[in-house]
């Protein structure tokens, strides 16, 4: 069965970095996009980061500059590096990916982590 699982969330001040990491286990045969969405209280979960099999990558507006998110096709992990955290970034962050897996119906199908919460806050 195919997972993904997030770590690396935490409470931090506001200027601070944070590494979130995520990893998916289970028989896979390729992960196509990787992403990273986030959802803060009252809010609808956005789009934060995104990063292709050939390591193009796209951001939103709102962390583009701070945020850097990158991948290990090899070990299945992506990662997200957020640096000058503001309390507007506090949210629950969400791995997304687009996986094939190996037997069973063909795919790609969609895949979410169940979040880490990132707290920015003094």
């Known amino acids: 069965q195919v997972q993904l699982v997030e770590s690396g969330g935490g409470l931090v001040q506001p200027g601070g970095s944070l590494r979130l990491s995520c990893v998916a286990s289970g028989d896979i045969l390729r992960i196509d996009e990787m992403e990273w969405h986030r959802q803060a209280p009252g809010k609808e979960r956005e789009l934060v980061a995104k990063?292709?099999?050939?390591?193009?990558?796209n951001y939103a507006a709102s962390v583009k500059g701070r945020f850097t998110i990158s991948r290990d096709n090899v070990k299945k992990t992506a990662s997200l590096e957020m640096k000058s955290l503001a309390p507007e970034d506090t949210a629950v962050y969400y791995c997304h990916a687009v996986i094939e897996p190996r037997g069973g119906p063909v795919g790609p199908f969609p895949f979410w982590g169940t979040g880490t919460q990132v707290t920015v806050s003094s």
């Open positions: 990063i292709t099999r050939g390591l193009i990558t």
